[in-house]
């Protein structure tokens, strides 16, 4: 399960005529708490900002699945109605569930959607397709240590 927080990082930006401009750019990182969501954002964005930036806001963003997609340079949110029957009833129930895609266009995101829920039983019908302004997107990735051994460290008894 993945806590998504929005965060929007001010800074000066050289735009391509050369000229530096404040801007507020949004991005996504996943993150336990909204502590843990600053430190990730700074963490993140220090190698690709320089000067000083600042977080002006964070706030928790409700996705229950993203759809990562390394070919799309775009995020979409899709508000996805998960089809489900009521047993009392009979009658179908609505459920509204957002929904995270990377893509290049729309009609790419809807496929990305649709390719990410093909392995799913549930019934479901795409509702909306908007484009977010999110910059960028970090889901947490478990670091891994890699213990390297120092050739002066590892020194055997001399046979000579």
Request: glycine residues 4%; aromatic residues 8%; negative net charge.
């Amino acid at each position: 399960m993945h806590n998504w927080f929005e965060c929007k990082i001010n800074y000066e930006k050289t735009a391509e005529d050369g000229i530096q401009k404040k801007v507020t750019e949004p991005y996504l990182v996943d993150a336990l708490s909204f502590t843990e969501a600053e430190a990730r954002i700074i963490e993140e964005m220090r190698p690709y900002i320089s000067g000083e930036f600042t977080v002006m806001d964070i706030k928790r963003a409700r996705y229950s699945e993203t759809f990562l997609n390394d070919n799309g340079d775009r995020f979409y949110r899709a508000k996805i109605n998960m089809i489900t029957l009521d047993e009392k009833s009979g009658m179908e129930k609505k459920t509204p569930v957002l929904m995270l895609a990377q893509a290049s266009t729309i009609h790419d995101a809807i496929r990305v959607i649709d390719t990410g829920m093909d392995g799913t039983m549930a019934d479901y019908a795409i509702a909306s397709v908007t484009e977010t302004a999110l910059m960028d997107v970090f889901p947490f990735v478990a670091e891994t240590r890699i213990i390297k051994k120092s050739e002066e460290a590892v020194a055997g008894p001399d046979e000579e």
